[in-house]
């Protein structure tokens, strides 16, 4: 199969067609780096500004990533030019090639790097959607559309077994959030299946994200059937006009294959996988059996939305060769060693376990558990595509 190098994408990074044009070409590309490498600059200073200025994180968190892009952006030119540059010289396309080469495969690691930073900022369970690294999720109001899940009928009594109605009102309001990131992961399962679409993917991979689709509407009718039947409050995921704004996939195949497989490995793996082992291991601890029910059905279906998103990743591999491997790579990287998801304070210490809800502790040993996994599958799958590939296959994903 033959893969474009990212270098090759845009006509911009195309050689030119006599070495006068290309000098010309590449001086072109030089201004315009140093431009977005000053805006980058300036960037970085305002967001260290904004960063000690206010006690809110996202201004200046949002000011620090356009400055990355504007880096980033204004290192692609540079390298441009500088192959650009190279080629003007007689005799030096294969040198060019080699640099160019060299920092496209340094750009793709950059880029995986970036894109699972924007992943991992906030730890939710399974897959979700986005907009500028934040999550994106459905308001509650009033309304029994999404909690028919068979147990508003059932009432209070039996499902938590205290008189504290404090307490039954904080673990239900737990129970909406849960169902809001369920609710949210139908948009991220379409988005998925219109990425998958877009970029020509194999018919069983398009089914099982459209299935995983189904299988997240039942969950968040679930979650919002089991809050409202402790605390009795009616109440559902409203409009979510957001969902529309979903970040899309870049016009280039290369750069498209390798944002769809880290957001699967980050998303789908990582996530899912995590939220399969933590909701597994509550559903044993859990004393409620109409929770614990719940808990091994979103489970199950949880653990077989990780392997999709495997297959995604393997597809991606399988498509755009090389060039995936090195985003997959600079995900390895970037992923946080630990993980931290909102939480109740109350919960933070295990004692709502028995309600279904997981405390730190449990979050942070399945997480390391499913990320040192992780790491091992994603080197035998890239030296595994580089074997067939390139003839090569002894990878460092350190
Ligand atoms: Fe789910
Ligand atoms: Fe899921």
Redesign the pocket.
């Known amino acids: 199969m033959d893969h474009p190098h990212p270098a090759t994408l845009d006509p911009i990074y195309a050689p030119g067609a006599s070495a006068a044009e290309a000098a010309l070409s590449a001086a072109k590309l030089r201004r315009r780096g140093a431009k977005l490498l000053v805006g980058s600059a300036v960037g970085f200073g305002l967001s260290f500004v904004a960063m000690m200025a206010t006690s809110a994180a996202a201004p200046g968190t949002v000011v620090f990533l356009v400055a990355t892009v504007l880096g980033m952006a204004g290192a692609g030119h540079s390298i441009a030019a500088l192959v650009k540059g190279l080629a003007a010289g007689p005799g030096a396309t294969g040198t060019a090639s080699a640099v160019a080469l060299t920092f496209g495969n340094l750009f793709m690691t950059g880029l995986g790097a970036f894109a699972a930073f924007l992943s991992t900022v906030t730890f939710t369970?399974?897959r979700q959607i986005r907009s500028a690294g934040k999550i994106l999720l459905p308001p509650v109001e009033t309304g029994d559309a999404w909690t028919g899940a068979g147990l508003s009928s059932s009432g209070p009594v039996g499902v938590i077994e205290t008189d504290d109605e404090a307490t039954r009102a904080k673990v239900a309001a737990q129970w909406r959030e849960n169902g809001r990131t369920?609710h949210a992961?139908v948009a991220a399962f379409a988005r998925l299946t219109l990425d998958l679409m877009a970029l020509g993917a194999p018919p069983e991979l398009v089914a099982d994200a459209n299935r995983d689709a189904l299988?997240?509407i039942r969950?968040a009718e679930l979650c919002f059937g089991l809050a409202r039947a402790i605390d009795g409050r009616i109440e559902s995921p409203g409009a979510f006009p957001a969902a529309a704004r979903a970040r899309t996939l870049s016009r280039s195949r290369t750069l498209a294959l390798a944002q769809l497989a880290v957001d699967s490995l980050v998303d789908g793996a990582l996530h899912e996988g995590v939220?399969a082992r933590i909701i597994a291991k509550l559903a044993r601890r859990c004393e409620a059996p109409a929770i614990q029910g719940i808990l091994k059905e979103?489970a199950a279906?949880?653990g077989r939305?990780a392997r999709h998103g495997w297959d995604v990743v393997r597809w991606c591999l399988a498509e755009g060769g090389d060039s995936v491997a090195h985003a997959l790579e600079g995900a390895l990287r970037a992923l946080p060693k630990t993980m931290s998801s909102p939480m109740p304070d109350e919960a933070r210490d295990g004692r709502w376990e028995c309600w279904g809800i997981m405390g730190e502790e449990l979050e942070a040993e399945e997480h390391e558990a499913t990320r040192v996994d992780l790491e091992r599958r994603v080197a035998q799958a890239i030296a595994a595509t580089r074997q067939a590939t390139l003839g090569y296959g002894n990878v460092s994903v350190g």
């Open positions: 369970r399974g369920e992961s299988d997240e969950h939220s979103i279906d949880e939305h």
